[in-house]
């Protein structure tokens, strides 16, 4: 049964797997490894507490299985829960020195909450364990070395004010080029970030009570904000620095559009000037960044010219081979649908003649896979699969269309089927939607300054889908190597905000916010969409007198000083 179960799990039949180590268990109650494979079901799945149920159940047999803490603790790593996560990691490497997974996670989380001198060592052990000849790097030898140079980086400037300097212009063009890339260190003439500056404190543990009244309250605001931003789907575990860290994001935009509105300027990069949309993004892209200093988000039109030209892939499996990505499940006959109108706008302009028998051999279809023999069978040029373009229609020039994603389905006579959807990020697609956005800021700005003068119920409506449109070119863009989903939503949110409006109601079940917007037939589709469940209502009052989280948190060591607090108890109190 265990078997059965773990072949389920790496297939993406979550609940099959989840079944069949429950029967595993009604065979064998002490079985730890089925608890630790239930335990890892139910984390992929998105269930943090049954999760926890199992590997605790698990550990309960074994204390000591060095596979259950190294679970665990990444588990907890991306709930949020850092300081319970590097619990489990120590434990590891107690037992197991040499596991390298442990020791990479413990060097992140370490990071990620400002202790760089214990982060550093830990990667330092990475990077020390070199593959032998012949052998495979692990996923965590490659990623070590970026992230050590990207760690010195954020510590030399802990106390810089925010406002002084720029990630994406700072680092270097080919080191961000292969880290967003996840390629092997390999750059040439490459210099090292400076060691660590001993003047440079680590960051200090504050307590919740240490921060004033009215900057608890903005921290709960964030808290409760951050967690309307959360996917309701299979495959996403709730992860609550992130929702903190976002829900401030959102709260800082709505602050900055608001002071852009009543005709202030901003001070970005040491410079002071009217914001430009970038810098409305940028405020949720800082935030997104340091809630996990993993991934790269880096904006992909600021990489070196030679990639640019080649283009950067945003790449999704929805299946390969007998593999299913829990994620995509909703849009799956969605983008069916797409793919059968085209075939049928094709044959009608190419094939008139054969178009009816075409459209009922379609319509017996019902899964993906079923596409490629009626491709074959109806085009001979489709021999071994096909693509399909989306089109995103322009508001700016009426019947002007860009490239939205590719949807590519490729296949053997066996069924190996291969079904993914990817985003080209090219140079010149870049500038189309760039021109795009950049037209529809114009008008918000100028639409937000009548509106913040005026009290007329039209003009919000007006400015909220201005900024709903705004934000389905951005997801159409990609613009980002990382977190371009979040930080757009965050965007939104904070920007309704501004224009008076709150969101009240959470991504119903299944939904992805960026799929809904890149499977849109055009922006006000997508706006009717997100307003549909979004349940806007006038903003309460007390926004107004929230602190300015621009100044309430200055700098890189205050941004994770304010994610690493533990709220808890005072929020729970406030809701």
């Known amino acids: 049964m265990l078997y059965k179960g773990l072949t389920f799990f790496h297939r993406g039949l979550l609940k099959e797997a989840i079944e069949s180590f429950k029967e595993a268990l009604k065979q064998k109650v002490d079985f730890i490894d089925a608890y630790k494979s239930l335990g890892q079901a139910y984390r992929e799945l998105g269930n943090f507490e049954a999760a926890t149920e199992s590997f605790q159940k698990a550990l309960l047999l074994n204390q000591n299985h060095v596979q259950t803490l190294q679970l665990r603790g990444m588990m907890l790593y991306h709930h949020g829960s850092l300081q ?56 965590e030898y490659l990623k070590v070395k970026y992230l050590r140079e990207y760690s010195r980086y954020l510590h030399a400037h802990l106390d810089t004010p925010l406002t002084e300097y720029n990630i994406d212009a700072d680092l270097p063009g080919s080191f961000k080029d292969h880290w ?44 409760r904000l951050g967690s309307l931003m959360q996917y309701e789907t299979p495959g996403f575990l709730p992860n609550k620095r992130i929702h903190r860290a976002m829900g401030l994001a959102a709260l800082e935009v709505m602050q900055a559009v608001q002071r852009t509105w009543t005709s202030s300027k901003v001070r970005m990069n040491g410079k002071t000037r009217l ?45 390969r081979g ?86 590519t389905i490729t296949g053997d006579k066996v069924g190996n089927i291969l079904f993914s959807v ?102 006000e589709a997508f706006s009717k969409i997100a307003k549909s469940w979004m349940n806007l209502k006038s903003i309460s009052p007390s926004y107004k007198t929230l602190p300015s989280v621009s100044e309430t948190f200055p700098t890189l060591r205050s941004m994770i000083e304010v994610l690493n607090t533990d709220s808890s108890p005072r929020c729970l109190k406030k809701l």
């Open 84 to 139: 319970e996560a590097l619990k489990n990691f120590k434990r590891c490497l107690q037992l197991e020195p040499y596991n390298e997974v442990c020791q990479y996670m413990k060097g992140l989380s370490h990071v990620a909450m400002g202790q760089f001198y214990e982060g550093i060592k830990a990667q330092t052990k990475v990077m020390l364990n070199d593959p032998l000849p012949g052998q495979k790097a692990s996923p």
């Open 180 to 223: 967003a890339k996840n390629l092997p260190f390999l750059i040439e003439d490459y210099e090292e970030q400076p060691g660590l500056q001993p003047h440079i404190k680590d960051v200090l543990h504050q307590n919740f009570e240490s921060y004033k009244p009215e900057v608890q309250e903005l921290i709960c605001v964030a808290d």
């Open 322 to 407: 007998q593999v299913i990505n829990m994620r995509y499940l909703e849009y799956f006959e969605k983008i069916l649908h797409f793919i059968k109108d085209r075939i049928l706008v094709y044959h009608g302009a190419n094939n008139p003649k054969g178009l009816l028998e075409v459209r009922e051999a379609l319509e017996k279809v019902h899964k993906v896979e079923d596409l490629l023999p009626i491709m074959k069978q109806f085009n001979t040029k489709t021999k071994d699969g096909f693509t399909v373009n989306t089109k995103v229609p322009s508001l700016k020039d009426q019947g002007k269309e860009y490239d939205g994603f590719t949807i």
């Open 422 to 523: 990817e985003t080209q990020t090219t140079e010149e697609r870049t500038q189309l939607y760039h021109a795009e956005i950049d037209a529809l800021y114009k008008d918000l700005t100028a639409k937000g300054k009548v509106l913040i003068l005026s009290s007329e119920f039209g003009e919000t409506d007006a400015v909220g889908n201005l900024i709903l449109s705004l934000v389905y070119y951005f997801y159409n863009l990609m613009p980002l190597s990382r977190g371009s989903s979040v930080i757009a939503y965050s965007v939104i949110v904070g920007a309704l905000m501004a224009s008076g409006k709150e969101v009240a109601g959470k991504i119903p079940k299944g939904k992805l916010v960026d799929f809904e917007a890149m499977t849109a037939p055009g922006s």
């Open 275 to 319: 914001m430009q949309w970038r810098d409305m993004f940028d405020i949720a892209v800082k935030w997104r960044r340091i809630a996990d200093p993993d991934q790269p988000v880096l904006w992909l039109d600021q990489m070196p010219a030679r990639s640019l030209s080649r283009g950067f892939n945003n790449h999704v499996n929805l299946i």
